[in-house]
Antibody
Framework: EVQLVESGGGLVQPGGSLRLSCAAS????????MTWVRQAPGKGLEWVSV????????YYADSVKGRFTISRDNSKNTLYLQMSSLRAEDTAVYHC??????????WGQGTMVTVSS | DIQMTQSPSTLSSSVGDRVTITCRAS??????LAWYQQKPGKAPNLLIY???SLESGVPSRFSGSGSGTEFTLTISSLQPDDFATYYC?????????FGQGTKVEIK
């Protein structure tokens, strides 16, 4: 079964850092762009970042540019999101998703990030 | 950035009703539009891609239409499992953007 499983969320103080991981299985990971989407409690979906299949191209939402870094290890079928200078407004469930011509066709269940003192 | 505006924000309907949700883009996105369904505590689930193509495994009561800047999602006969929040999303350009969501509630 095609699957994405996120991990690495937790409670972090404002200004702190956290690295999220997304493990992919049952598809050729390196063939696809991968994206992060977040959802603050009780709010809608917000696109965060995307990385191409090779890892050579990345894009970020303005709200995280300069603070978050997306990367991937195709040998480990794993996507990452390094988050630094975290703010209260970064509190959300973070989902990874596979991006194709069908938009985001596979999503992970998400990992919760809480930024609070 | 392309802004996506959904209407209505909330919709109260009964089982068996025909339901239509509208999504407008601030500039043309051709047919690069997707619709997702999300239930509480769950990840979004892709329903429609390329404006009108039904994702595999999605019931045929769901349909999408439109191009350019105006799009609709229609549920032909609302079923109990369809009470959820629906989002449109453009994937014509970066940053990808979502509508604010439409919550379909039981009347």
């Amino acid at each position: 079964e095609v699957q994405l499983v996120e991990s690495g969320g937790g409670l972090v103080q404002p200004g702190g850092s956290l690295r999220l991981s997304c493990a992919a299985s049952e598809f050729i990971f390196s063939n696809y762009a991968m994206t992060w989407v977040r959802q603050a409690p009780g709010k809608g979906l917000e696109w965060v970042s995307v990385i191409s299949g090779s890892g050579g191209s990345t894009y970020y939402a303005d709200s995280v540019k300069g603070r978050f870094t997306i990367s991937r290890d195709n040998s480990k079928n794993t996507l990452y999101l390094q988050m630094s200078s975290l703010r209260a407004e970064d509190t959300a469930v973070y989902h990874c998703a596979k991006e194709t011509m069908k938009a985001f066709d596979i999503w992970g269940q998400g990992t919760m990030v809480t930024v609070s003192s | 950035d392309i802004q996506m505006t959904q209407s209505p924000s909330t919709l109260s309907s009964s089982v068996g009703d025909r339901v239509t949700i509208t999504c407008r883009a601030s500039q043309s996105i051709s047919a690069w539009l997707a619709w997702y369904q999300q239930k509480p505590g769950k990840a979004p689930n892709l329903l429609i891609y390329k404006a009108s193509s039904l994702e595999s495994g999605v019931p045929s009561r769901f349909s999408g239409s439109g191009s350019g800047t105006e799009f609709t999602l229609t549920i032909s006969s609302l079923q109990p499992d369809d009470f959820a929040t629906y989002y449109c999303q453009q994937y014509n350009s970066y940053p990808r953007t979502f509508g604010q969501g439409t919550k379909v509630e039981i009347k």
